[in-house]
T-cell receptor
């Protein structure tokens, strides 16, 4: 079975500052890892995903994440936050046709 | 390009009433899913379908039923609504299995059971 822990239900950064959203996973099989973003009153949209190969994955809107097997982590980063990045972010892990989502991290960006 | 369309967007039910949440996708995806999203809990999978005529339970199926008569449609049925079913419901679809493939989500149905 898979599970995901997102550290920090709320993260607040200033515009232009580094964004770091933390995700740790547990999986009994090689994991596939995802980050989704949810804007208010909308469904989830894929930011990026890791399946195999390069461990540093680049996604949309300047976000990237690094798969670290030794740390069972898949943290999401962006060098410089923009006001439009304010949203809720979900980490997810899948394997054996079962996908599990984390509880989400709400990102606030201060002017 | 409509993608995944859910109706209605909002609904208030009384305890014991029944309703069907509609979901349709126009991407010819084989796989479809229903999730519920509760505050601070992330998304929980209710049911999923790997193709027309095939459905299976997810993590939290109790109190719900689904059917998949066509590739496009995957309705979710609540037979006897309970307050515990107050939630936001999302339908999603993917081309192949969710392990590797992107899921495309609808905008959600916000349901309150009073």
């Amino acid at each position: 079975a898979q599970s995901v822990t997102q550290l920090g239900s709320h993260v607040s950064v200033s515009e232009g500052a580094l964004v770091l959203l933390r995700c740790n996973y547990s999986s009994s099989v090689p994991p596939y890892l995802f980050w989704y973003v949810q804007y208010p009153n909308q469904g989830l949209q894929l930011l990026l995903k890791y399946t195999t190969g390069a461990t540093l994955v680049k996604g949309i809107n300047g976000f990237e994440a690094e798969f670290k097997k030794s740390e069972t982590s898949f943290h999401l980063t962006k060098p410089s936050a923009h006001m439009s990045d304010a949203a809720e972010y979900f980490c997810a892990v899948s394997g054996n046709n079962d996908m599990r989502f984390g509880a989400g991290t709400r990102l606030t960006v201060k002017p | 390009n409509a993608g995944v369309t859910q109706t209605p967007k909002f609904r208030i039910l009384k305890i014991g009433q029944s309703m069907t949440l509609q979901c349709t996708q126009d991407m010819n995806h084989n796989y479809m899913y229903w999730y519920r999203q509760d505050p601070g809990m992330g998304l929980k999978l209710i049911y999923y379908s790997v193709g027309a005529g095939i459905t299976d339970k997810g993590e939290v199926p109790n109190g719900y039923n689904v059917s998949r008569s066509t590739t496009e449609d995957f309705p979710l049925r609540l037979e006897l609504a309970a307050p515990s079913q107050t939630s936001v419901y999302f339908c999603a679809s993917s081309y192949q299995d969710l392990a590797k493939n992107i899921q495309y989500f609808g905008a959600g149905t916000r349901l309150s059971v009073l």
